[in-house]
């Protein structure tokens, strides 16, 4: 039967539907319709005469797949062989793999998957099992769940799998941390005890983690491939989003393809933006030369419009390391990017704020409008501009900035200093104390209650008797924090940077993966307090931010009411507005400080911009601050990725200090409207 649905296709997505045997690297660029090629193709073998259940579809999504599959079903004549496709993520089919063939790595067919919170509380039980006690600012058991996973997804491999026994497999453990988390490295010994018996665990108890799914099928592949049922059916394999794909999944696609040798990969390098959770795009830049494959380009953008696309070009051939391409669109001529050079992040908001409300008065609605950023922490003094100015938004890049959990542990600290008898400020602190449990931080909170002239930086015998042994180091260090914050004309500044330094940091770095990232928000929410000279005005300013928000979000999911995105742009990647506004430009904000060290990374920066530029449909607005909040340390230029732009694909406008205005000799962050 002849496929004969191309007619909606242009001539390098015809070209790639009917490829013929032997493997396929698809390079394809942003908005250039790579999810239409990959339904179209599937089809296209299925009308070719290709069984459907000889066909394997691989995603990073459940959802994506299901898409495919629905839009498959759409496009060819007979729509039930749509179910026979084997279709989902890697560790979806993975799974499916290992329920029919886990006897052959002694594991039962009825194996359990473990959960995120299931495997955490075996993490636990394995501290205690390994070290006991482990001691005071031993990293929790979600900290090593993260640490363990990546591990596994940077270092897993064929090599270690045929050497080494299940439980032995550390995936070199120490390496990572040395390299990247620094702060453990007094614990690398027991960290790699605890992987050994948390190993253990899993198999003894026949449950497998979500990477054991990868792991665990690789091994299957490598020992057993060729007697595999599933194996001996799949004759062509798609896998969408290559970039992203580990050293795992590459080395799993290497084994399942090379029987038939039919393996397309669908990607774009210029949009690997994921290393710091495993991703290789080595594996796409090395798959032409692996394979001895056949390379389509797809460079017709169907999404932004030419001067858009013409800024991206310039910005992202900057880099070495990547396939050649250019992208171009056929859409009508529109406003070329327009670049502002702000002093501070505080000028920034107010532009930011100014470009939403102009764009709405040019009949673009506000879900058409989104604010991009690095770094979450660059979106705080923004969501105050909206809440007073009363735009309603979304964040998509994860909890609201004041809402974040080491956020509000820090404001807890200063809601007790204003208001002793606050219950639920009282228990959220309490409970960061080792060995302090609900029950007896509310028996500590009822000494206040019953008390109320007790104080907080007096020794009481009341409390005393009700602090745990290993608590009680931490609360004499509290009191003493306590009788520093409440010193005549300590600012509420002041007073974050005094529970931080002597009290919080330690618990900070020991409970959450990514406490570096953290500890930039901590020093944000400093300099952030530093606009506020009385601590009550400052927690009315949260109070008002965070009920704001809260109304906001809630009036969008009850009424469908228009609301403008906030997000990172690792979140926003696959996503498109007509308005996008780049936030944060700045020399060790965007890129990143963390990524100057060397090429490779100032490259996934860079490609980090172009993801942001090409989120754009009509209206692209990048903003450059010439300075960062002082915590920054260093930061005083705007970012590099604004001067490579050639002057030709921009409007630049330039904003000079004297159009800001000072009070009291200091830039105020007090808004009003």
Same mark, same amino acid.
């Given at each position: ?7 909606i296709l ?6 790639i ?14 908005g ?5 090629v ?11 005469g ?5 066909i ?7 959802k994506?797949a ?7 079903g ?18 979806? /089919?993975g ?9 052959? +790595? !002694? &594991?039962?067919?009825n194996f359990?998957?473990l =959960? #995120? ?5 075996l993490i636990?039980a394995?501290i ?5 006690k482990p001691?005071?600012?031993f ?11 990546l591990?596994?997804?940077r270092n897993g ?14 995936f ?6 040395y390299?990247y ?8 010994e ?5 992987l ?10 026949q ?6 799914l ?7 592949? /490598? ?10 059916? +799949? !004759? &062509?394999?798609l896998?969408?989003?290559?970039? =992203? #794909? ?18 397309m990969?669908?990607?774009d390098?210029?949009?690997s933006?994921?290393?710091?959770r ?21 460079e017709?953008n ?9 800024a991206?070009n ?12 250019n ?46 950023y690095r770094?979450?922490?660059q ?5 105050v501009?909206l809440t007073?100015a009363?735009?309603?938004f979304?964040?998509?890049?994860g ?45 500590i909170?009822?000494v ?7 104080k ?10 009700l602090?745990p ?8 260090v ?8 409440l ?7 002041d ?16 409970s959450?993966?990514?406490?570096l ?5 901590v ?5 952030f307090a530093?606009n ?27 009424t ?6 906030l997000?990172t742009i690792?979140q ?6 007509d308005v996008?506004?780049?936030i944060?430009?700045?020399e060790g ?5 963390r ?15 172009y ?21 920054f ?5 705007r970012?590099r990725?604004i ?16 159009d800001y205005?000072?009070i009291?000799g ?8």
């Open positions: 039967m002849t496929y004969n649905k191309t007619e242009n001539k390098a997505q015809k070209k539907v009917a490829h013929k045997k032997g493997p396929a690297l698809v390079i394809a660029g942003a250039s319709g790579k999810t239409r990959i339904t179209h193709r599937v089809a296209h073998l299925i009308q070719s290709v069984p459907a259940s000889s394997l579809l691989l995603t990073f999504t459940n994506a299901d898409e495919m599959i629905q839009r498959v759409r496009t060819i004549d007979n729509s039930t062989d749509q179910n026979k496709i084997l279709h989902g993520t890697f560790h979806s /089919v799974n499916r793999f290992l329920r029919q063939h886990a006897k052959l +790595i !002694e &594991y039962k067919n359990s998957i =959960d #995120t919170s299931d495997s955490k509380d636990k394995s205690a099992e390994t070290l006991g001691g005071k600012f990293p929790k058991a979600a900290v090593l769940q993260n640490l363990f996973s591990a596994f997804n491999s064929q090599e270690m799998i045929l050497s080494l026994p299940y439980h032995r497999r550390n070199h453990l120490d390496q990572l941390i390299s988390y620094p702060h453990f490295e007094e614990f690398t027991s960290l790699i005890k605890v050994v018996t948390y190993r253990k665990k899993k198999k003894r108890g449950v497998m983690d979500f990477d054991d990868l792991e665990n099928w690789l091994e299957l592949l /490598v020992v057993h491939g060729k007697v595999l049922t599933l194996c001996s059916q +799949i !004759e &062509y394999i896998v969408d989003e290559y970039q =992203d #794909t580990n050293k795992v999944q590459a080395e799993i696609l290497l084994l399942l393809s090379c029987q038939q040798n039919n393996l990969v669908v990607g390098d210029a949009q933006i994921y290393s710091w495993g991703a290789d795009y080595g594996n796409m830049l090395e798959f032409p030369e692996k394979y001895k494959a056949l390379t389509y380009y797809m017709e169907y999404r932004s419009s030419p001067e858009i696309l013409e991206a310039q910005s992202i051939n900057y880099n070495t390391r990547q396939f050649e391409k992208l171009f669109s056929s859409l009508p001529l529109g406003e070329k990017p327009i670049v502002h050079h702000v002093w501070a992040s505080e000028d920034e908001a107010d532009l930011v704020l100014k470009s939403i409300l102009d764009y709405r008065d040019r009949e673009i609605p506000l879900n058409e409008m989104s604010v991009l770094n979450h922490v979106s705080a003094v923004l969501q501009k007073h009363g735009i309603p979304v964040i998509h890049s909890v609201k900035f004041f809402e974040q959990a080491h956020i509000k542990d820090i404001t807890a600290f200063l809601k007790v200093l204003f208001n002793p008898l606050d219950e639920i400020s009282w228990m959220r602190l309490l409970r960061l104390l080792p060995g302090i449990g609900n029950n007896t931080a509310f028996k909170f009822s206040f209650l019953d008390q109320q002239a007790v907080l930086t007096k020794s009481n015998e009341s409390l005393n008797k602090i042994n290993k608590a009680f180091n931490s609360w004499i509290l009191q003493d924090c306590f009788q520093k914050m010193e005549d004309k300590i600012s509420p500044s007073m974050i940077r005094i529970i931080y330094q002597n009290f919080y940091k330690d618990i900070l770095f020991s959450f993966e990514n406490a990232q953290r500890e930039t928000d020093r944000y929410l400093e300099e530093g506020y000279d009385k601590l009550e005005t400052f927690l009315n300013e949260l109070s008002l931010v965070g009920s704001s928000i809260l109304t906001s979000y809630e009036s969008h999911q009850d469908n009411q228009e609301s403008l995105t997000t690792h926003a990647k696959g996503l498109e507005w996008v506004i780049v944060g430009l700045t904000l965007f890129p990143h400080q990524s100057l060290e060397t090429e490779e990374q100032i490259e996934e920066e860079r490609r980090l911009f993801v942001a530029m090409t989120r754009a449909k009509r209206h692209l607005v990048l903003s450059a601050p010439l300075i960062s909040s002082s915590y340390k260093g930061a005083s230029q970012s990725f001067s490579e732009l050639p002057d030709m694909t921009i409007n630049k406008v330039v904003h000079k200090l004297d205005s000072f009291n200091r830039r105020s962050t007090q808004f009003y409207f």
